[in-house]
């Protein structure tokens, strides 16, 4: 049966004996709302895939901001489907992406707001674990329970993560290369949580299971897709002349050499006295918004910079290790 396909680790292993005389089917129509995706990776340890999940029937999908989106990446859907994905945007606090693909009439899970979590209750993880599923091969699955319900604020400092928000934590080995950003759901195929990236206790070396629960991603979502939240640059006002714009030299930044068609916007060196180190930035650091606008580039930071006045305090947000930082540059009067 093809909704046994896939590696099932952690949990118990479903069976035709075992299962619910639904859960065969909860459990296919799951996979069908569950993509592959594959973009930056294959560097040391870094994997160049992940899992994501259908939101909508027009292809926006959900996703774990990370590495891999560090380029435009590609989805593949559950009959093998093949498509360039577009990152509509961000919200790097979750640890939450959506993309969009040219498609439409699709399956997918509804963000509900009503969906009862517990300690305790069962719960089906879904996604490309391991990179098992290349192409219309269905997601794995994998079966266990919400251990319990946990704040990852308490540890912070002990667990190198960006989100500090609860989380679902599960008794099931379901947060692998490949998982992240799967669908965590329940007996019933409703969504109740997106799977977390590979997450290590620096302590005591012990790897923590978890998922972000869909009710704390789901405002995020709907904001994305509406268009109130990381507005694509192009749809702010003109770019200006040069001697009016901001640049990186008015602020300071000096990047990284940009040598690739999407060189990230890491920062290699703060001149001192500059705006930017007057606000605390330092090297290393990767800018992930101007304002509310998605840098996914140094090309884009430097075009984004040209539509903001020299005279205007920019917003920046950068990412420092597993830190979100905010900062305001002032320019110098």
């Given at each position: ?128 674990l391991f990179g098992i599923a290349a192409g219309n091969e269905p997601a794995s699955v ?186 305001t540059l002032t320019p110098a009067p």
């Open positions: 049966m093809t909704w046994l396909l896939g590696v099932l680790l952690g949990g118990a292993v479903l069976s035709p004996v075992t299962a619910q005389s639904t859960l065969p089917s909860v459990i296919r129509e799951s996979q069908q709302r569950v993509v592959k995706v594959y973009g930056a990776g294959g560097v040391a340890t870094l994997e160049g895939y992940q899992s994501g999940f259908l939101v909508s029937p027009e292809g926006h999908i959900a996703t774990a901001w990370s590495t891999v989106l560090d380029v435009e990446p590609v989805v593949v859907l559950d009959d093998g489907r093949r498509f360039d994905a577009e990152i509509v945007g961000f919200e790097p606090t979750l640890e939450l992406a959506v993309l969009k693909i040219d498609a439409d009439d699709l399956p997918f899970f509804k963000m509900q707001s009503d969906v009862p979590v517990r300690p305790a209750m069962t719960v089906l993880a879904v996604s490309n994998m079966r266990g329970r919400v251990a319990t319900i946990a704040s990852l604020a308490a540890r912070r400092g002990t667990f190198e993560t960006a989100y500090t928000g609860d989380v679902l934590l599960l008794d099931l080995i379901a947060n692998n290369p490949g998982a992240a950003g799967g669908a965590l759901v329940d007996t019933q195929g409703r969504l109740i949580g997106m799977l977390g990236k590979e997450l290590r206790d620096a302590a005591t070396g012990v790897w923590v299971n978890y998922a972000v629960p869909a009710s704390s991603l789901r405002p995020a979502v709907g904001d994305i897709i509406a268009g109130r939240q990381s507005t694509p640059v192009a749809d702010q006002q003109p770019m200006l002349p040069r001697d009016e714009a901001h640049s990186l030299q008015t602020l300071g930044l000096v990047m990284v050499p940009d040598v690739l068609e999407k060189t990230p916007a890491f920062i290699d060196a703060v001149p001192a006295g500059t705006p930017a180190a007057n606000a605390g930035l330092r090297p290393d650091d990767l800018i992930l918004l101007i304002g509310e606008d998605r840098i996914d580039s140094q090309r884009t930071l430097k075009e984004t910079l040209r539509r903001l006045d020299r005279r205007d305090a920019v917003e920046v947000t950068v990412q420092r290790g597993s830190q979100i930082v905010p900062v």
